[in-house]
C-alpha cells in the first residue's frame, strides 16, 4: 500500500523531474519478468552482443535512447526468483530480503536495440574479466540461459535541446552513446568525446559519426585513470556554447567533465545529465 509519505516523495521528484534535464525520466509502473538468451555474438574479443527474448517484451516501451534496465543473474544451481513480485522500482532491496543462497546478482545496462514485434532486445557489454558478477555472467552466457529483466528508465530526452550538444562516454556508455547517436535528430549538432581503453575492444564508430552534422574526438586512455584523457581533450576543444551535454561513464570520467563543463565552461547543471556507470576499484552495485 502507497503511504503519505511515499506520495508526498513521489509528488517532489516528479517536480524535480519538471524542471531538470539533468535527472531520469520517471516511469510510472515498473515491471519484471524472466528473458532467455536466445543468441550471443562476440562483436569483438571484449564486447558481447546477447539476444533476449520474452514475450513481456512486446508491449515494453522504452522511454528514451539510453534506456537502462536491470539484469538479474543468478548464478549456478539458483533458481530466477519471482520477479513480478519484487519489481518495484527498489528491486535491489527487494532481492537483498532474499536468503543468500538464493539471491541473483544485479547489473544495469543499455537496451542497444528493441524490437517488439520480435519480443526481443539487445545488450551489448564490454567485459573485464572476472572481478565483477556481470562481466563473469556475459562471458558465460549461452542461448537459453534464464536471467531476469527489470524495467529501468531513459535519461537523454529526446528533442527537448536542440543544437550543439556534449555527449562523453567511455566503453560502457558505448552502447547507450549509439542510440543517442542513432535517434537524436536532425536539430541536434552532437559533439562526442569517447575514451575507449585500448584499440578494437570497441566496435567502429565512424559507421555512425558519418552522417553526423557535429564532430567526434576517440580518445585511448592509455594507462590513466578513466576520465582523465576525454576531459583533457574536451577542455582543449574549441566549442560552441553547449545547450545540453551527457557524460556516462566510470564514475570519475562522468564527474570531471560534468566539472568542466559547469566551472570552465559555465553551463547550467540542470543542462548536464551525467552519471557513474562503474566505479573504479570497487562494485558499484
Ligand atoms: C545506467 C547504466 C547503463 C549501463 N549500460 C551498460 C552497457 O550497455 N554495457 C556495459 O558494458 N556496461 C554498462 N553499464 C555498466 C555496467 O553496469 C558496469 O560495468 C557493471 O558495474 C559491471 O559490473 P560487474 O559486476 O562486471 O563489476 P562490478 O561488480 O561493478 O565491479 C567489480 C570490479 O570490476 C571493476 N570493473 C567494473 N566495470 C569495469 C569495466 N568496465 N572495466 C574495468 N573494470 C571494471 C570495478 O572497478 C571493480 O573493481 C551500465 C551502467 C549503468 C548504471
Redesign the pocket.
Known amino acids: 500500500m502507497t503511504t503519505t509519505l511515499e506520495r508526498v516523495r513521489t509528488r517532489v521528484r516528479r517536480a524535480a523531474y519538471a524542471r531538470t534535464m539533468a535527472m531520469p525520466i520517471e516511469r510510472e509502473h515498473h515491471h519484471g519478468f524472466p528473458v532467455t538468451v536466445t543468441d550471443v555474438v562476440d562483436v569483438t574479443p571484449h564486447?558481447r552482443r546477447l539476444t533476449l527474448a520474452a514475450p513481456q517484451l512486446r508491449e515494453y516501451r522504452t522511454l528514451g535512447p539510453?534506456e537502462?534496465f536491470g539484469?538479474v543473474m543468478p548464478q549456478p544451481g539458483q533458481e530466477l526468483p519471482d520477479l513480478s513480485r519484487l519489481a518495484g522500482s527498489n528491486l535491489r532491496g527487494a532481492l537483498g530480503e532474499l536468503p543468500e543462497v538464493e539471491r541473483p546478482?544485479l547489473?544495469?545496462?543499455?537496451?542497444?536495440r528493441h524490437r517488439p514485434e520480435a519480443g526481443e532486445v539487445d545488450?551489448?557489454?564490454?567485459?573485464?574479466?572476472d572481478?565483477?558478477?556481470?562481466?563473469?555472467?556475459?562471458r558465460r552466457a549461452q542461448a537459453g540461459q534464464l536471467a531476469g529483466f527489470q524495467t529501468?528508465s531513459s535519461?537523454y530526452r529526446l528533442g527537448s535541446a536542440a543544437g550543439d550538444q556534449v555527449l562523453v562516454a567511455?566503453?560502457?556508455?558505448?552502447?547507450?552513446l549509439c542510440g543517442i547517436l542513432e535517434q537524436a535528430g536532425p536539430g541536434v549538432r552532437p559533439h562526442v568525446f569517447l575514451e575507449v581503453?585500448g584499440p578494437g575492444v570497441l566496435p567502429d564508430l565512424t559507421p555512425l559519426a558519418a552522417g553526423l552534422a557535429g564532430t567526434v574526438a576517440v580518445v585511448d586512455r592509455g594507462d590513466r585513470a578513466?576520465g582523465q584523457a576525454v576531459t583533457e581533450t574536451l577542455a582543449a576543444a574549441d566549442l560552441p556554447a553547449p545547450t545540453f551535454a551527457w557524460a556516462?561513464g566510470?564514475k570519475e570520467l562522468a564527474a570531471s567533465v560534468r566539472r568542466h563543463l559547469v566551472s570552465e565552461r559555465g553551463m547550467d547543471k540542470r543542462r548536464v545529465y551525467f552519471?557513474?556507470?562503474?566505479?573504479?576499484?570497487?562494485?558499484?552495485?
Open positions: 564486447y539510453d537502462y539484469l546478482d547489473r544495469w545496462y543499455t537496451v542497444r545488450v551489448e557489454v564490454v567485459t573485464h574479466g572481478d565483477g558478477p556481470g562481466s563473469s555472467w556475459v529501468g535519461c567511455d566503453e560502457t556508455a558505448f552502447p547507450a581503453p578513466p556516462c566510470e552519471c557513474g556507470y562503474w566505479i573504479l576499484g570497487r562494485p558499484r552495485g
